[in-house]
């Protein structure tokens, strides 16, 4: 404090003010069998890993058309649109993971 004034500091409230936003759930898809499964890696590590097991498992009991890999640049952005695009026009069902 210079002079007796007292330096003022602004607080800043870091939680959004937003409303969050209502989503409505995808509905279940009854049987996997001659569906396309895309399966999306954000890009953590091991998530690979759980995906391709994930697949093995899913062949093993279904009998799927095909599977579909795609993997996110980076885990810290959103896909971008041109991927989210590429697996919602040729996939029936998308699964998307995170591991560590």
Known sequence: ???????????LDPTDEAPPLEKKLASAVPDLQGKV???LDISKPKGDIFLRRLEEL???RYRVKAVMHRR?????APA???????LASRCDVIIEALAD
Not at 5 to 10: A, C, K, V
Not at 72 to 76: A, E, G, I, L, R
Not at 80 to 86: H, T
């Open 1 to 11: 404090m210079a002079d007796g004034l007292r330096e003022r500091y602004e607080v």
């Open 37 to 39: 499964i895309g399966f």
């Open 58 to 60: 899913l062949t093993e």
């Open 72 to 76: 996110k640049p980076t885990y810290t």
């Open 80 to 86: 971008p649109p041109s991927l989210r695009e590429e």
